[in-house]
């Protein structure tokens, strides 16, 4: 078997126990570290998964790493995922990507320039359902579409979330949150 890529962390918050518990599923990855600005928090993840915990600097400069996964608050998402990328080393984001589509254009070109992959959650485009319907509009069976509608339905953040007040300062909300979605 080729040898697994090593997977780092940044960013230790609600989001990182999914990414952590479902690492094992992909054979060609193995996470190795994580790091976050709250060191505590960071320590607490290393523990709980078995790895070994780094400060930002520490796991950008670190050897045995080949991708970091960036799961950090969206406002920051563009300024850490460049640093990944000056690191020499691949990205991929918790949504959204970016705030803005110039600096998505910015990340594609640092990353071209280098040979580096960049990529984002959430995947579920990809999907049967979404290819379906992307395949009945590029094909013309559903006319011309002129508009959309998206209904969410949810109790809302502060129910399920340990920290909700995130959602609810500016640069966040569901848009950023669930309109990556759709």
């Not at 709250?38 to 998964?49: G, L, S, T, V, Y």
């Not at 520490?58 to 996964?69: C, E, N, R, S, T």
């Not at 594609?108 to 992959?117: C, M, S, T």
């Not at 359902?129 to 949810?154: E, F, P």
Request: glycine share 10%.
């Amino acid at each position: 078997m080729a040898r697994k890529l090593g997977v780092g962390v940044i960013g230790c918050g609600n989001i990182s126990k999914a990414y952590f518990s479902l690492a094992p599923l992909f054979r060609g990855i193995e996470m190795r570290a994580c790091a976050d600005i709250n060191m505590d928090a960071a320590k607490a993840r290393a523990k709980e998964f078995k790895l070994r915990a780094e400060t930002v600097e520490g796991l950008l400069k670190a050897g045995d790493i080949d991708i970091i996964v960036n799961l950090t608050v969206p406002a920051v998402h563009y300024e850490v995922s460049k640093q990944i990328l000056d690191a020499g080393k691949h990205v991929y984001s918790e949504k959204p990507f970016v705030l803005s589509v110039k600096e998505g254009l910015d990340l594609k070109k640092l990353a071209e320039r280098d040979g580096l992959r960049i990529g984002s959650a959430p995947d579920t485009f990809l999907g049967g359902a979404h290819q379906l319907v992307r395949n009945l509009i590029d094909t013309g069976k559903l006319g011309k579409i002129t508009s959309g509608t998206c209904h969410v339905m949810s109790h809302g953040m502060e129910h399920w979330h340990p920290n909700p007040d995130f959602f609810f300062q500016p640069g966040a909300g569901p848009v950023l949150d669930i309109g990556p979605y759709y």
